[in-house]
């Protein structure tokens, strides 16, 4: 099966300007999730979808930062304005759900890496 | 306190040797554990999960998960090159709850 697609791979952006990130999933993955891995620590959760519905947000920096997932396939997240804390890679995961059960791990996509300056 | 903590590393081991990683954890809510191994620049990939108490093998990767004392530990045993990367643990309490992963530790195994 093809994995989790992300786009760009890079991007270099002066603070203040807005960038976005764009994922696809597994096809008939309804779980998608978007983590912040900052150099040298582990992923943190920014946002979790089921579908096109938000499950967990909780650690999403509302103020700068927004996510939607339209159709419950495609997600895009979004930073603006970006601040040079931000820079770290954006990793776009998702799963699958089988008999209403979740199928445990998650697939990660290879990831954007963000530098602000 | 973090609630979960790994070693950082780096962890540098001759090839074929045994390599034992671990993480300790606080939450006692965790069921479900996982192992992925990520290379540099690449996303994490899964290498192992389990539910619970006990060992799961698989080939040269042995999970196992002391739920009684919050430690989980992974064994890779006859340790290759290719073995090289960055290991995260990583844990939730089930369903579609949020996981929480370790910081990883950095492995290099030397030809």
Redesign the interface.
């Known amino acids: 099966e093809a994995g ?1 697609a992300q786009s760009p791979r890079y991007k270099i952006i002066e603070k203040r300007q807005s960038v976005a990130f764009w994922c696809n999933p597994i096809s008939g993955h309804a ?1 998608l999730y978007w983590y912040q891995q900052i150099l ?6 920014l946002i ?1 979808f ?1 579908n096109n519905g938000v ?2 947000d909780s650690q999403l920096p509302k103020d700068r930062f927004s996510a939607e997932r339209l159709k419950g396939v495609d997600s895009t997240l979004k930073i603006q304005p970006a601040k040079l804390e931000d820079s770290a890679v954006y ?1 776009c ?1 998702s799963s699958l759900v089988r008999g209403g059960e ?1 199928v ?8 954007t ?1 963000l530098t602000v300056v | 306190q973090k609630e979960v903590e790994q070693d950082p590393g780096p962890l540098s081991v001759p090839e074929g040797a045994i390599v034992s990683l671990n993480c300790t954890y606080s939450n006692s809510a965790f069921q479900y554990f996982m192992w992925y191994r990520q290379y540099s620049r690449k996303g994490p990939e899964l290498l192992m999960y389990t539910y619970s108490s006990g060992n799961k093998e698989d080939g040269r990767f042995t999970a196992q998960v002391d739920k009684s004392s919050k430690y989980i530990s992974l064994f890779i045993r006859d340790s290759q090159p290719s073995d090289s990367a960055t290991y995260l643990c990583a844990m939730n309490s089930g369903g579609y709850q949020k996981v929480t992963f370790g910081t990883g530790t950095k492995l290099q195994v030397i030809p």
């Open positions: 989790v779980t040298g620590q582990g992923p943190k959760l979790q089921q499950v967990d990793l995961a979740w445990y791990g998650y697939t990660f996509g290879s990831g890496r």
